[in-house]
């Protein structure tokens, strides 16, 4: 019997934060898979727990959170289990300076490649008039025009430019912190280390020429560290699609 249950998408992204973040403190909850693909998300069903239309959310009894950085910080403090906030303030500024980073200029970069790339392919085949209307379903106006986008192929070369770039620079900061420490943002294993690793794992796929082990051999160890971790695996197994299935690039031996 368990009195959380997570709506989430793939491991990936902000679905993977929280549920990374729940299976790490050994946390049960209630998994409710909405097909991200099948506009699940903009189904009255989940509208009545979300009302914004966008994953993951997570009920607690019965309070509701939203916002995947936030819900880790709520995991963390609210259950037992590892403690995935270090105690000393400098770690905890670094925790947060990383999380920001990822969430404000990293990420969003991150995401629009892959609404290029996976997003919209996946569903441009669907009937128009039928994609049209779960386009108009959609509560957010910024969430429209990225599914539009999307499936339209029209992400612009200078917006698609400047995500590479942020994408880029990201994987040599991310390269020279991990140079200095073990983990991102302080000597244990922590919730920027399951931030980082929810935008990053698939890294040597999908920026191949960027990151790999000869080039950024530390991000590469950290990478192959968290997959290796029991609750890491354990999540990925709950993947379903091919972009999360990535993931078994890690398996591989180092070059
Ligand atoms: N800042 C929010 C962003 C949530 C968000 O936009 N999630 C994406 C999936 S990664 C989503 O729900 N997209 C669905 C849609 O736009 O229809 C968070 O971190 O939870």
């Given at each position: 019997m368990t009195d959380v249950a997570l709506y989430h998408w793939?491991?990936?992204?902000n679905s993977g934060k929280p549920m990374l973040a729940l299976m790490e403190k050994g946390v049960a909850f209630d998994s409710h898979y909405l097909d991200l693909l099948n506009f699940d998300q903009h189904k009255p069903a989940y509208l009545a727990v979300?009302?914004?239309?966008?994953?993951p959310a997570m009920t607690h009894g019965d309070r509701v959170l939203t916002e995947s950085t936030a819900i880790m910080e709520y995991v963390d403090e609210a259950f037992d289990g590892p403690r995935l906030m270090p105690g000393d303030p400098v770690d905890q500024w670094r925790v947060r300076w990383w999380m920001k980073f990822m969430d404000q200029w990293l990420g969003p970069s991150f995401s629009m490649i892959g609404w290029s790339i996976f997003i919209g392919p996946s569903v441009r085949q669907k009937d128009p008039a039928e994609l049209e209307a779960a386009i108009e379903r959609i509560p957010m106006p910024e969430r429209r025009v990225a599914w539009r986008k999307a499936i339209g192929g029209t992400f612009s070369a200078e917006e698609m430019a400047e995500s590479q770039r942020r994408v880029g620079l990201g994987i040599v900061f991310l390269e020279q912190a991990l140079a200095k420490r073990e983990w991102l943002a302080s000597d244990s294993y922590s919730l920027a280390d399951i931030n980082g690793f929810n935008l990053a794992y698939a890294l040597p796929l999908s920026q191949p020429t960027l990151s790999n082990d000869t080039l950024t051999p530390n991000i590469m160890r950290w990478l192959r560290a968290i997959y290796a971790r029991p609750a890491t695996k354990a999540c990925w197994a709950m993947g379903r699609t091919p972009m999360a299935k990535r993931v078994a690039i890690l398996e591989g031996k180092p070059a």
């Open positions: 793939e491991p990936n992204a979300n009302p914004l239309g966008t994953i």
